[in-house]
C-alpha cells in the first residue's frame, strides 16, 4: 500500500483520519448520543468521547474568520465555502462545549518585527513577514470563537504546526489526553502540519474536515481525499 495522503487519513486507529460533520449521521447528537459521536470512516461507526478528548480550533483568528482579514482577502478564492467551514465550526465549538470537551484555541501572534520566526529566507516564516500579516488586531481570536476561562489558548507558536514552540504537548500530556479533533484553517498548512506532527507524537487524530477549509475547493477536495 502506498503512502499517498489517502491512505494515511484512512489507516488505523493510531494514525490521522478525516471525519465530518456535514451529514447528520456523523454530528454529534447529545440528547441521542450524549458523549459520543459518530463518525464516516471506512462506514459508520461510533467513536466515544471522553475526558481523554479535545478539541484544537486553529487559527480562528481575525485574519481568517474577519472579513477584512488580510489571509482572507489575499488567498480565500471560495469564500462560500470558506463561510460554511466557519459556520460548521461555530457549531462544533458548541457541541464540543456541550460535551465538555478539552477545548484548546491554537493562535499565531508574532511580536511586531517577527523575531519569533527568525530571518527566515524560504517558507511560512519568511512569508508572514514579507506579509505583515497577524499584526494590528489580525492576530485576535474572533469574537464568535473567544475562548472560555476553563478553554487554553496556545500563543506562542513559532511554526506551521499547533506544536511549534509551543506548550502544546506539554499541556495534553499533563491532562491525559490523547485523542485530538482538529479544525481551522488552512487545511493544507497548519492543519496538515499539525495532523502529521500529532500523529508522530502518537496522538489518536481526527481532521474535522467540513469545520476546516483550504484557499479554494480543490485545494481542500486535494486534502480529504488524496
Known amino acids: 500500500m502506498s503512502l499517498s495522503r489517502r491512505n494515511f487519513l484512512k489507516a488505523n486507529a493510531v494514525a490521522a483520519t478525516a471525519i465530518s ?3 447528520p449521521v456523523n454530528i454529534v447528537k447529545a440528547d441521542e448520543h450524549k458523549g459520543d459521536i459518530k463518525k464516516n470512516v471506512m462506514g459508520t461507526d461510533r467513536h466515544q468521547l471522553n475526558a481523554n478528548a479535545a ?3 486553529i487559527e480562528f483568528q481575525n485574519e481568517w474568520v474577519a472579513s477584512q482579514g488580510n489571509l482572507r482577502r489575499l488567498l480565500i478564492t471560495d469564500d462560500t465555502d470558506f463561510k460554511k467551514a466557519i459556520l460548521k465550526a461555530k457549531k462544533l465549538l458548541a457541541l464540543a462545549r456541550k460535551n465538555s ?3 484548546f484555541h ?3 501572534q508574532p511580536d ?3 523575531k519569533v520566526l527568525g530571518n527566515a529566507q524560504f517558507g511560512l516564516r519568511a512569508a508572514i513577514p514579507h506579509a505583515g500579516t497577524w499584526q494590528d488586531g489580525m492576530q485576535n481570536i474572533h469574537t464568535d470563537f473567544l475562548p472560555l476561562a476553563d478553554e487554553i489558548v496556545i500563543t506562542e507558536r513559532t511554526g506551521a504546526s499547533a506544536f511549534s514552540g509551543s506548550m502544546l504537548d506539554s499541556v495534553l500530556r499533563n491532562n491525559k489526553i490523547d485523542t485530538l ?3 481551522g484553517f488552512a487545511s493544507h498548512v497548519c492543519v496538515e502540519s499539525t495532523l502529521r506532527e500529532a500523529h508522530d507524537k502518537g496522538y489518536t487524530c481526527y ?3 467540513d469545520a476546516t477549509a483550504a484557499f479554494n475547493t480543490e485545494q481542500q477536495q486535494h486534502f ?3
Open 224 to 226: 480529504e481525499t488524496e
Open 106 to 108: 491554537i493562535t499565531l
Open 181 to 183: 479533533y482538529l479544525a
Open 207 to 209: 481532521v474535522i474536515t
Open 55 to 57: 478539541v484544537l480550533f
Open 21 to 23: 460533520i456535514t451529514m
Open 112 to 114: 511586531k518585527a517577527y
Open 101 to 103: 470537551l478539552h477545548i
